[in-house]
């Protein structure tokens, strides 16, 4: 079922030409499968490239998921070499590189080392702690 807004178009359009530096549409947008909190979308667009629209939702609010402080989590690990930056943080959602891969349960190979090596990289990065006012 392919229930995207037509009204999204146009900011994520300004975002991918922001991002590319040149007119940029989509082409193409279709469902991810498996979400837990939301729906999310693999955005195909003019320049052959793929992103990820996560869109605010009223599943989003009911986790009090933040896309802000998502973007800013990806913007430190992209800091860092971790994932690449975000595209960009609109009022509707957060749009972010597609990165092509398996699911691990899907894989012959043993990532038990890569994933170690990733979660101590994680773990080492600087955070900022918010206290509540």
């Not at 994520?12 to 909190?37: D, M, Q, V």
Request: include cysteine; charge should be negative.
């Amino acid at each position: 079922m392919n229930d995207w807004s037509p009204a999204l178009d146009a900011p994520i359009n300004t975002a991918l030409s922001r991002f590319y530096a040149k007119p940029t549409e989509i082409i193409h947008t279709e469902p991810l499968a498996a979400g837990l909190t939301n729906r999310c979308w693999r955005v195909t667009d003019s320049q052959g490239g793929q992103s990820v629209w996560r869109p605010n939702s009223q599943a989003v609010r009911a986790f009090d998921i933040d896309r802000a402080r998502e973007a800013n989590a990806q913007s430190l690990a992209a800091n860092h070499g971790l994932a690449p930056q975000p595209i960009a943080l609109l009022a509707e959602g957060l749009l972010v590189p597609w990165v092509p891969g398996q699911p691990l349960d899907q894989c012959n190979d043993d990532h038990t080392a890569i994933l170690i090596d990733l979660l101590v990289r994680i773990h080492q990065l600087p955070v900022e702690i918010e206290t509540a006012s």
